[in-house]
C-alpha cells in the first residue's frame, strides 16, 4: 500500500496497475477481481463469446501509451449542449434514484440529474485532476484500461454502469464489456454513449473508419460478444441534415474539435442489462 500527496480531502490506494482515491468515503468492499466470484467463472454467463475486431481495428495513430496522452488536464466539455441534455434526460429515465454507479472513463462531470441522489457514484478515469474536480463522485480510480482491463471492485458491486464519449478509446473492448458484466448487479444497466467527436489519433482504427450507423453496431456488437447482456437498445437523436451527406474526414474532426465547425453533435446511446431488463412500477 502506497500513500501518495494528493489535494486536500483526497487519499489513495495502490491497487495491482490502478489507484484508488477518496473524496468521501472508502467503499464497503474493494477487492482485486482477478480471483473473485468463482461463481462467474464457473458460469458461462460474462464469458467472451467472440472477439469482433481485428487486430489492425484496435490499432491507434498515437501508439504512445495513454497515460501520457491524458497526463495534463483537459477542463472542457467534448459535446454540445444538446448532447448533454439528451444525455442527462436519458440517465434521469434509467437510472433509479439510490443506485450504486460506476462511471467509467469518466472526467471532471458526468452529466448525471443534479436533482436524483444516488447512493454512491464511483469514478474512473486517466487523469486524476479531472476526476477530483467532478463533484457527483464519492471516490475514483485511475488506471489504464487499455493496459489492464480489470476492475478492482467486486463482482455484483454496481447497479449501473455509464460510459460517456469514450468508448472509441478501447483497443480491448470485449474484455471491459466482459469486467462490466462481472461488477453489474443482476438487472443492471450498461448505458453507452458516444457522438461523431474524438481525439482522432487515440482512437481505434475500426472507429476512425466508421459512420454513426457502424459505430452504432460496433457497440452493439461489443455487447453482443458478452454472454448474458440483454439485446441492446439503440437511442439516436439526429441533427436536421439537410440531405447532406456525412464527411468523416480527419480534417472534419480536427476542426469540429477546435469549434470551426457548426451543428448539432449526434447522439447515440446503446444499452444493455445484466441477464434481465427489470421493470418498475
Known amino acids: ?15 495491482s496497475s490502478s489507484f484508488l482515491f477518496q473524496t468521501k468515503f472508502l467503499p464497503a468492499k474493494i477487492s482485486n477481481s482477478l480471483n473473485d466470484n468463482r461463481e462467474t467463472q464457473e458460469s458461462t454467463a460474462g464469458k467472451i463469446k467472440r472477439l469482433v ?25 467534448h459535446v454540445d449542449h444538446g448532447f448533454i441534455s439528451t444525455l442527462t434526460n436519458l440517465y434521469r ?35 486524476a485532476q479531472e476526476l477530483a474536480k467532478n463533484p457527483r463522485l464519492d471516490y475514483f480510480i485511475v488506471k489504464d484500461l487499455n493496459r489492464d482491463q480489470k476492475l478492482e471492485f467486486a463482482s455484483t458491486s454496481f447497479d449501473a454502469v455509464i460510459c460517456t464519449v469514450s468508448v472509441q478509446y478501447l483497443q480491448q473492448p470485449e474484455k471491459v464489456f466482459a469486467e462490466v458484466f462481472r461488477v453489474l448487479r443482476p438487472g443492471g444497466v450498461f448505458i453507452v454513449s458516444f457522438s461523431n467527436r474524438m481525439f482522432y489519433e487515440k482512437a481505434i482504427g475500426a472507429w476512425r473508419e466508421g459512420t454513426g450507423y457502424s459505430r452504432v453496431q460496433l457497440v452493439v456488437q461489443y455487447f453482443q460478444s458478452v454472454e448474458g447482456f440483454t439485446q441492446p437498445e439503440i437511442v439516436r437523436k439526429l441533427p436536421a441534415s439537410g440531405g447532406a451527406q456525412e464527411d468523416n474526414s480527419a480534417f472534419k474532426w480536427f476542426m469540429g474539435l477546435l469549434g470551426f465547425l457548426s451543428g448539432s453533435d449526434p447522439f447515440y446511446a446503446v444499452i444493455a442489462y445484466k441477464n434481465f431488463k427489470p421493470v418498475y412500477e
Open 93 to 127: 429515465e434509467r437510472l433509479r434514484p439510490g443506485s450504486e454507479i460506476l462511471d467509467l472513463m469518466s472526467s471532471w462531470v458526468s452529466h448525471l440529474p443534479k436533482e436524483v441522489a444516488y447512493k454512491r457514484v464511483v469514478g474512473h478515469g486517466l487523469n
Open 1 to 15: 500500500m502506497l500513500a501518495l500527496a494528493l489535494p486536500p480531502a483526497a487519499n489513495a490506494l495502490q491497487t
Open 53 to 77: 475486431l481485428t487486430q489492425e481495428g484496435r490499432t491507434k495513430l498515437n501508439t504512445y501509451p495513454d497515460t501520457e496522452f491524458y497526463a495534463y488536464p483537459r477542463f472542457v466539455t
